[in-house]
Nanobody
Framework: QLQLVESGGGLVQPGGSLRLSCAASALTVEYYAIGWFRQAPGKEREGVSCISSSNGRTYYADSVKGRFTISRDNARNMVYLQMNSLKPEDTAVYYC??????????????????WGQGTQVTVSS
């Protein structure tokens, strides 16, 4: 059973925008910390952004601050990642993840309850 399913990826020109969606089933997103990770070819997986289950605080990697925005829609049981001013270096497979808390997102290895299967984002002219 897939608990998290990402969508919204695609091909976009530099400077363009995409909104990724993470749809949850058998899981209530407001009770989990939800994060986005990405993995580019030849690089290790890195954390991009996450949102706290307890107070809604958001966190961003320095590389995406000011360009990406994470949000949660409890009524639809979904989490989004709005990506603006995209750069070629943003090209990667993006994964949604659910964990018990923000600290679980940043542990090594991350203590993740559920992973999505990923959606491809390609930024190129």
């Amino acid at each position: 059973q897939l608990q998290l399913v990402e969508s919204g990826g695609g091909l976009v020109q530099p400077g363009g925008s995409l909104r990724l969606s993470c749809a949850a089933s058998a899981l209530t997103v407001e009770y989990y910390a939800i994060g986005w990770f990405r993995q580019a070819p030849g690089k290790e997986r890195e954390g991009v952004s996450c949102i706290s289950s307890s107070n809604g605080r958001t966190y961003y990697a320095d590389s995406v601050k000011g360009r990406f925005t994470i949000s949660r829609d409890n009524a639809r049981n979904m989490v989004y990642l709005q990506m603006n001013s995209l750069k070629p270096e943003d090209t990667a497979v993006y994964y949604c993840a659910a964990a018990g808390g923000i600290s679980s997102m940043t542990s090594s290895p991350p203590r993740i309850n559920y992973w999505g299967q990923g959606t491809q984002v390609t930024v190129s002219s």
